[in-house]
């Protein structure tokens, strides 16, 4: 019993420590196969009018929302991608961030 206990603490707590990381490598190929065609490997190829994506300042939260729902030149992923898909991908464009030193 108390082994069974242990055995799922274990699990449960390896579940959770690699979750970011899976969230980012799958967020990663999301990206790769969806995203890339406008806004690079980088987030710094400007396809039709994309923004530079290693500059974007905003949200994680406003991040979801474009992705979502797509703005101005930009498709919403709403119907392609599930909502977890887009939280992982969102996530992932935070790590094309080049820091300014600001
Ligand atoms: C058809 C080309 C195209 C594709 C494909 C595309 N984007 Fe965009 N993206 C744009 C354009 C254009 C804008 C600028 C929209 C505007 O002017 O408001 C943009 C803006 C954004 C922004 C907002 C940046 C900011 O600082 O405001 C994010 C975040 C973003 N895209 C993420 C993604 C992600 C993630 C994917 C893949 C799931 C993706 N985009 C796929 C064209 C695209």
Known sequence: M???????GLASMALFYCQPNEKLSSGKEIYKKYCVSCHGI?????TNGALDLSLSRISLDER????????????????????AQIDSVATFTQTLIIDQGE
């Open 42 to 46: 980088d987030g710094k190829l400007l």
């Open 64 to 83: 979801k929302k474009i992705i979502t729902h797509g703005r101005v030149n930009m498709v919403g992923f709403e119907n392609v991608l599930s909502s």
């Open 2 to 8: 108390r082994l069974k206990i242990a055995v799922i």
